[in-house]
C-alpha cells in the first residue's frame, strides 16, 4: 500500500477533532460507519469547552462520507490513542504494511490556547514536549506526522526534533518563537526538508511567529464570512475529499503580522505578556462568532483578575489600557474580507478606502490611550508607528 497522500492526511486531521474514544472500534472503518449511524455523531462532537458552531454537524458528515469512501483509510487500525477529556489528542493511523502516520489534533481546550500563547516566547511548551514524548516511545520508525493549527505545530516540532520521523504534513500549523529557532538552529537546518506546510490562502495562523523555512503551498478557498473561518480545518478540501487547487500566497496576511508582532515587541512588561497571552482567546471568540469589541474587554478583565494585576496597578485604569491594546492588535481582524476583496479584485480603490477606516479607528485608540498616564502615552507612540508601518507596506508592496 502505498504512503497515505496529504489529502488523506488532511482527512484524518479532520478526523482527529471528533471525540474518536468514545466509540469502541480500532479501525477507522469501523469507527466512520458507527458515527454516521443513526445520532451517534453527537457523541463525538459535543464537548465541554469547545466551540460547537466552528465545523456544523453538516460539515462533519461531508468529511465522514468522505473518508468513508476512501478503502486505504477505512483499512487504517488506530492505535496508541492519547486523550483528554475533549477526546482524543493524537492517535497512530497503522496501514496493512506496518506503516505509521501520526495525527495531533488542532487546539480545544482552554489549556491548549494557553500553550499557543507560551509558544511565542518560549522555546519549548508543555505540548509541544508531550508530543515528541508520544512519537519516541511509539515502536514505529520513518514516521510520517501530521496535523491541523496547533496539531500542525506539534508535527513540525517532532520531525524536527525526532529521528524516528521522516516525513510531515502541517496543515495551517503557526511556526515558532525566537527562542525555538535559536536553541535547535542545527537540527531546523538538518531536518527542515521533513516538513511541508499546506495552508488555506487566506488563513491567518500559518503565518504567525517564525517559518522554519520549509517548502509550503497555498490552496485557494470558498469565500468566508468569519476571517478566521479561513482557519477551519475542512475548508481546504473539496468536495470529494481532495485538497483544492493550490494558489499564490496572499499578499497582505505577513503585512499584518509583521504590524501585530512588531507592535508587540516594543510594548514593556507586563502588557507584552498579557497581549500574547490574549490574542489567541480572542481568535478562539472570534472563531465562535463572539462580538468583537465585547470579547476583547471581557478578555481584558478576566485575565488581568486572573493575573492578580490589580495588586500593582489601578484595576480601571489597567482594564481601559488593556482594552484599547487588544482592540488595536485585534482591528485588522475586522477588514480582513475587505483587505481580501482588494486583492481578489486588484483594487487599490478598495484598499485606500481600507486603509483609511482602519487608520480613522487607530487614531481613535490612540487618541484614548493618550489620556491614560505617561504609560498609555508612551504606548500610544507604539500604536501610532505600527499603525504608520501597516499603512506604507500596503501602499508600497
Same mark, same amino acid.
Given at each position: ?56 454537524? &453538516? ?6 462520507? #468522505? ?6 483509510? /477505512? $483499512? +487504517? %487500525?488506530?492505535? *496508541? =490513542? ?37 509558544? &511565542? ?6 505540548? #509541544? ?6 512519537? /519516541? $516511545? +511509539? %515502536?514505529?520508525? *520513518? =514516521? ?56 488555506? %490562502? ?196
Amino acid at each position: 500500500m502505498s504512503d497515505l497522500n496529504n489529502s488523506e492526511l488532511l482527512l484524518l486531521s479532520n478526523l482527529i477533532y471528533l471525540k474518536l474514544n468514545v466509540f469502541n472500534e480500532n479501525m477507522v472503518g469501523n469507527l466512520v460507519n458507527s458515527m454516521l449511524y443513526k445520532n451517534n455523531l453527537n457523541k463525538a462532537i459535543l464537548t465541554r469547552s469547545e466551540c460547537k458552531e466552528v465545523v456544523k454537524k &453538516s460539515e462533519w458528515l461531508v468529511v465522514l462520507k #468522505q473518508i468513508q469512501e476512501n478503502d486505504k483509510l /477505512n $483499512n +487504517l %487500525k488506530i492505535e *496508541n =490513542i492519547e486523550v483528554d477529556a475533549n477526546g482524543v489528542k493524537a492517535a497512530c493511523f497503522i496501514d496493512k504494511q506496518d506503516k505509521a502516520s501520526v495525527v495531533f489534533r488542532g487546539t480545544k481546550t482552554i489549556e491548549e490556547w494557553g500553550d499557543n500563547g507560551e509558544g &511565542s516566547y518560549m522555546s519549548d511548551t508543555t505540548e #509541544q514536549m508531550r508530543a515528541l514524548n508520544y512519537i /519516541n $516511545n +511509539l %515502536k514505529y520508525k *520513518n =514516521i510520517t506526522v501530521t496535523g491541523h493549527s496547533k496539531g500542525g505545530n506539534k508535527a513540525k516540532y517532532v520531525a524536527l526534533l525526532s529521528d524516528k520521523v521522516n516525513r510531515c504534513i502541517s496543515f495551517d500549523g503557526q511556526g515558532f518563537s525566537n527562542e525555538f529557532i535559536n536553541k535547535y538552529y542545527n537540527k531546523i537546518n538538518a531536518n527542515k526538508d521533513k516538513v511541508l506546510s499546506i495552508s488555506a %490562502k487566506y488563513d491567518y495562523v500559518n503565518c504567525l511567529l517564525n517559518s522554519i523555512n520549509e517548502e509550503k503551498i497555498y490552496v485557494n478557498t470558498s469565500f468566508q464570512k468569519n476571517p478566521l473561518y479561513y482557519h477551519k480545518s475542512n475548508i481546504m478540501l473539496d468536495g470529494n475529499g481532495n485538497l483544492r487547487e493550490e494558489t499564490d500566497p496572499c499578499s497582505f496576511v505577513k503585512i499584518i503580522y509583521k504590524f501585530s508582532t512588531s507592535l508587540i515587541s516594543e510594548l514593556p512588561e507586563p502588557h507584552k505578556s498579557f497581549v500574547i497571552n490574549s490574542l489567541t482567546d480572542i481568535i478562539e471568540l472570534i472563531l465562535c462568532d463572539k462580538d468583537l469589541e465585547s470579547s476583547i474587554l471581557q478578555i481584558a478583565k478576566g485575565i488581568l483578575m486572573m493575573f492578580d494585576y490589580t495588586k500593582h496597578y489601578n484595576l480601571k485604569a489597567e482594564i481601559k489600557l488593556a482594552y484599547n491594546l487588544l482592540q488595536s492588535l485585534s482591528i485588522p481582524l475586522v477588514f480582513w474580507n475587505d483587505f481580501i476583496q482588494s486583492e481578489e479584485n486588484h483594487s487599490k480603490l478598495i484598499l485606500n478606502e481600507t486603509l483609511s477606516k482602519f487608520k480613522t479607528y487607530q487614531e481613535n485608540i490612540i487618541f484614548k490611550l493618550k489620556n491614560l498616564g505617561i504609560e498609555g502615552q508612551q504606548i500610544a507612540i507604539i500604536v501610532d508607528n505600527a499603525t504608520n508601518n501597516l499603512i506604507y507596506d500596503f501602499k508600497n508592496n
